[in-house]
């Protein structure tokens, strides 16, 4: 199963892009992963949320492939432990998902269309984290997860 993060907007704070990448290295030997970058939206300072929501949409949509598993990082999703999450991931390889795509989307969330086109929805936590910084926290508990069904030592109960 190929992992795939899709972002809306750059990461713009150095300290977590140099985590993101060293995630990036420490998963190449457990699972094929790679981050997907939308542009962020031109002047989107003059549009509504719900404009900034829908323009956002139509470019995650335009990226998913019709037989992907797609899982959006949101507060509204269900929650678990890093074992339920590893757990998790084991049933989507079991599965045999050829592309699981995993979304983060702007500040303001997803639109209609987005919510619609997932197949679930997944929050990291109960506490509410900047989109930036979510990137960082998915990339450790995916790579924790790893971990976690390789039995390698990185996770302690």
Sequence with gaps: MQVVL??????SESYLQSGINDYEVRL???????????PGLK????LSPEQVKEKEGIR??????????VILLDEKGKTGSSREFAAMLQNL???SIKRCVFVVGGAFGFSPEVYKRANEQYSLSKLTFSHQLVRLIFMEQLYRGMCILKNHPYHND
Excluded at 6 to 11: E, I, P
Excluded at 43 to 46: G, H, I, K, L, V
Excluded at 60 to 69: N, R, S, T, V
């Design 28 to 38: 190449k030997p457990f699972i094929q992963f790679k981050t997907e970058i939308l």
């Design 6 to 11: 899709l972002l809306t907007g750059k990461t």
């Design 43 to 46: 002047q989107a300072q003059a």
């Design 60 to 69: 995650i949509l335009a990226q998913l492939k019709p037989d992907d598993f």
């Design 93 to 95: 390889m079991n599965r």
